[in-house]
């Protein structure tokens, strides 16, 4: 049983769509991460919430809107995506401030954009 | 900045062969390692990790023992499983504050039987 659970697994969405991902940890962690996973590219760090604040974006379109109302839940507010955009979008936590704590991941959202 | 760097895949092995996946990674502090798994259909899964010099982290008989001086974090198995298949993912976490893991590109491995 994962600590980190992400809804839907699955998303198939046109480009003027609105939809959100969910991503909630069962961790008591502090920080919680969005990464984009595309065939054939490396894993990229999107968005990094300490205590709430968002601490990192890392030049991600505007079309992607990250919320974390408190440290168990965050989403990811998608509108108006492009094909490329088509990819799985992972969810982490961890305890941050403590240097040596892995991330926990959720199975991620599989992304499809028609 | 801080990197990791992982053998290309994709990495082709028969059951009950001998798996060795390399890893360099760059810091400017001290970090630790971390190895973690992908499987089909799934999120990262944290395989293994060591936090300092000469530590030796182990899970599910893979093993990977950090080496300051050749900072490398080389994961190995002594007889892979079909069961192993999937992408592994080496990744460094500085041990100074709130930074995020820094992950390598991840190496493929398909174990046939």
């Known amino acids: 049983e994962t600590g980190v659970t992400q809804t839907p697994r699955h998303l198939v969405m046109g480009m003027t769509n609105k939809k959100s991902l969910k991503c909630e940890q069962h961790?008591?962690?502090?920080?919680m991460y969005w990464y984009k996973q595309s065939a054939k590219k490396p894993l990229e760090l999107m968005f990094v919430?300490?205590?709430?604040?968002?601490?990192e974006n890392n030049s991600v379109p505007s079309r992607f809107s990250p919320e974390c109302p408190n440290s168990s839940h965050l989403f990811l507010h998608l509108h108006t995506l492009q094909p490329e955009d088509s990819a799985l979008y992972l969810c982490?936590?961890?305890?941050?401030?403590?240097?040596?704590?892995?991330?926990?991941f959720g199975d991620g959202t599989r992304l499809s954009i028609l | 900045g801080d990197s990791v760097t992982q053998m290309e895949g994709p990495v082709t092995l028969s059951e009950e062969a001998f798996l060795t996946i390399n890893c360099t990674y760059t810091?400017?502090?001290?970090?630790?390692l971390f190895w973690y798994v992908q499987y089909p259909g799934e999120g990262l899964q944290l395989l293994l990790k060591?936090?300092?010099?000469?530590d030796k982290g182990s899970n599910k008989g893979f093993e990977a023992t950090y080496r300051k001086e050749t900072t490398s974090f080389q994961l190995e198995k002594g007889s892979v499983q079909v069961s192993d298949s999937a992408v592994y993912f080496c990744?460094?976490?500085?041990?100074?504050?709130?930074?995020?893991?820094?992950f390598g590109k991840g190496t493929r491995l398909s174990v046939i039987a």
């Open positions: 990744a460094l976490n500085l041990n100074s504050g709130n930074t995020p893991l820094v």
């Open positions: 919430y300490n205590f709430k604040e968002q601490t």
């Open positions: 060591a936090t300092k010099a000469d």
């Open positions: 961790l008591g962690h502090n920080a």
């Open positions: 982490a936590s961890s305890q941050a401030g403590e240097g040596n704590q892995p991330q926990h």
């Open positions: 810091a400017t502090g001290y970090p630790s």
